[in-house]
């Protein structure tokens, strides 16, 4: 017992000197398979504590990797995209390898045509009008392929109009030339200014909260743009991320719910000049309704929240994502204001951006404070049915006495009647 009893508390010592973030791993001492297996359930799940895998990374990226896609082909016939989505040193390498097989390929067919018709045997006779002045091998072919191609022109190589194979391979490549430039310079053009780098610069709290905001419990967090240049048509959503088992039975992994954000009110529509609190009313159809304080820590969710709009400057659209789980969402807490009024101008201050403050906030759930306030309403407030059949209960009793008056009444005035006749 006393070894038990050891071996419990530093266990416990050891999983409270542990960092929350990281991913806790205690290993059990060596006692005995009877004493281990008499260890306290609340200490064993304390040291299976484990971090939560994101879905969505901080910086927006998914964190989901394809494997066994046996459709490989697909990559290729969008073949654009896919070397859009290259990275920046696969991306120049394929550039400058396609330009270079291409001068080379036509080179070669120059060299050949060249070979083939005897320009090479008649190299300094004026006698002989050749395919291409000037073109005495390999090299030169080469070169005259390349200005051919980006159209320079020194001069120097010319073809003549005595050779029409050689005619009709300038017209191919002059055109093949123009679709690969196109081609690649469109590549590099897109890439270069690929809306997701604009995405940078929305940012998105560290932290989201949970306080009472206008009587109601709520769960928010803060978007910011960091640019002049204002993102057009912005608007937000946020996913909540949480396995559930059907009542089939059917296991549903990384289920998504929608989480109003205000889309009913028009709240989702987002004038993102300075920074903003999306707020979400936790409400009967909220998946945070059971949710209380104690129970938050013990729920694996992530909460994914997407921002999206057109950039100014380019009109292409932008998406930013960031994500929060269980361990970022603090409960009774609220942010920091970051917007002063100055001299002629209102000032944002991003170094308070993700802070906050802590605040009074009940530690029941939305549906506890729900059910506490209508037990305390209950005495006070009455259905309408209730109401009315009060109201007329009152009405009958009303009637009853008026009419037992009117009775007395009556037999007061017959009494007096039968007087004056005596």
Known sequence: VCLFLMAANVLEEDSMEQDIESPVTIHQPKLPKQAREDLPKSINKECAKRKIQRYVRKDGKCNVHHGNVRETYRYLTDIFTTLVDLKWRFNLLIFVMVYTVTWLFFGMIWWLIAYMRGDMDHIGDSTWTP????????????LFSIETETTIGYGYRVITDKCPEGIILLLVQSVLGSIVNAFMVGCMFVKISQPKKRAETLVFSTNAVISMRDGKLCLMFRVGDLRNSHIVEASIRAKLIKSKQTKEGEFIPLN???????????????????????????NQQSPFWEISKAQLPKEELEI???????????????????????????????????????????????????????????????????????????????????????????????????????????????????????
């Not at 960031?322 to 942010?335: A, H, K, N």
Request: charged share 25%.
């Open 256 to 282: 998504q719910t929608d989480i109003n954000v205000g889309y009913y009110t028009g709240d989702d529509r987002l004038f993102l000049v300075s920074p903003l609190i999306i707020s979400h009313e936790i």
């Open 131 to 142: 395919c291409v002045s000037n073109l005495n091998g390999f090299v030169s072919a080469f």
């Open 304 to 422: 994914v929240v997407i921002l999206e709009g057109m950039v100014e400057a380019t009109g292409m659209t932008c998406q930013a994502r960031s994500s929060y789980i269980t361990s970022e969402i603090l409960w009774g807490y609220r942010f920091t204001p970051v917007l002063t009024l100055e001299d002629g101008f209102y000032e944002v201050d991003y170094n308070s951006f993700h802070e906050t403050y802590e605040t009074n906030t009940p530690v029941y759930s939305a549906k506890e404070l729900a059910e506490m306030a209508s037990r305390a309403e209950l005495p006070l407030t009455w259905s309408v049915s209730s109401k009315l059949d009060q109201h007329a209960e009152l009405e009958t009793e009303e009637e009853e006495k008026n009419q037992e008056d009117q009775n007395e009444r009556n037999g007061d005035v017959a009494n007096l009647e039968n007087e004056s006749k005596v």
